[in-house]
């Protein structure tokens, strides 16, 4: 079978079952099978033992696996992750939280480039700064022991110092003395499971999708993490839902952080806010005080 036929009746497949990118989906595969990655590309017919394996890849994916299960790889900026189930697929949106910690560590001096990722899953953003930046002290912490394993062989040869844990005590050592905390946390509100597509829920693991009621429950965390790591003039960049864009920028403001911004995403919706740790000595005594 040629290729181009090949491809048109795993898209028309793929459109059958009602799954949102039929075309993308049928071409990764094929060239990943084929060992391609270039565009009309393919000119050698697949062998029959291929066209086998290509017919047990449109099955597992009609059935709603993701595309990134059957590859075994996820892209993400200009690297390729290992990803499979039990560890959070890296999603394009996440690569603009990687370009405000590259704007921010670029105007640190080169000796105060500590970095702390928290929750850092197949460890997408932690290789993606230890690639695009020179002179950066990487630090990352995990907490599912499912995705630890991807997050050991995507950093393999990368100098970082990892951690398998909660992130809400990670790091102590490294109190008051960090330049950036990042973080792509769960963000998802327990009522919107029912709403996710079906290569999401069940397929991404529950421990790095939702976050409480409201979707917030990580990010609070990552907030106290935060001031508790964050050196004065520090930042913190994390990633949320668009629909918690007000209660987050609050979430990040005064009084224990200043300069709150929050970037959109490739599509142009609110996503990543930015805040700058404020000095100690500027905060208000809370003592006494009911949250």
């Not at 009609?62 to 390729?80: C, D, K, M, N």
């Amino acid at each position: 079978m040629h290729p181009g036929d090949a491809m048109a009746r795993a898209s028309e497949r793929f459109r059958a079952a009602g799954l949102a990118s039929p075309v993308a989906d049928a071409r990764i595969l094929l060239t990943h099978l084929l060992g391609s990655h270039h565009g009309p590309f393919l000119t050698a017919e697949p062998t029959p033992e291929q066209e086998v394996a290509f017919e047990d890849m449109i099955r597992r994916r009609e059935s709603g696996e993701p595309v990134q299960h059957i590859t075994g790889l996820a892209p993400f900026r200009y690297e390729e992750v290992h990803v499979g189930p039990g560890v959070f697929i890296p999603r394009p949106e996440t690569e603009r939280l990687v370009d405000a910690a590259l704007a921010i560590l670029a105007k640190r001096p080169s000796h105060r480039r500590r970095v702390v990722e928290l929750g850092a899953g197949s460890g997408a953003i932690t290789l993606s700064l230890a690639r695009e930046m020179g002179g950066v002290e990487l630090h990352a912490v995990e907490l599912s022991e499912d995705a630890w394993p991807y997050l050991l062989r995507n950093l393999d040869g990368v100098d970082v110092n990892l951690a398998l844990g909660d992130m809400a005590d990670a790091f102590p050592e490294l109190d008051g003395t960090v330049d950036l905390v990042v973080s792509n946390p769960p963000y998802v509100p327990e009522s919107d499971r029912s709403i996710l597509p079906r290569d999401v829920v069940g397929r991404d693991p529950d421990l790095a999708l939702f976050s409480g009621h409201d979707g917030m429950a990580a990010l609070r965390v990552v907030r106290d993490v935060a001031l508790r790591l964050l050196r004065p003039g520090g930042w913190v960049a994390a990633e949320h839902d668009e629909k918690q864009s007000a209660a987050v920028v609050e979430l990040f403001g005064p009084p224990g952080f200043t300069g709150t911004a929050d970037i959109p995403d490739l599509s142009g919706r609110p996503r990543h806010v930015v805040a700058s740790r404020v000095p100690r000595s500027e905060e208000p005594d809370m003592a006494g005080l009911t949250p």
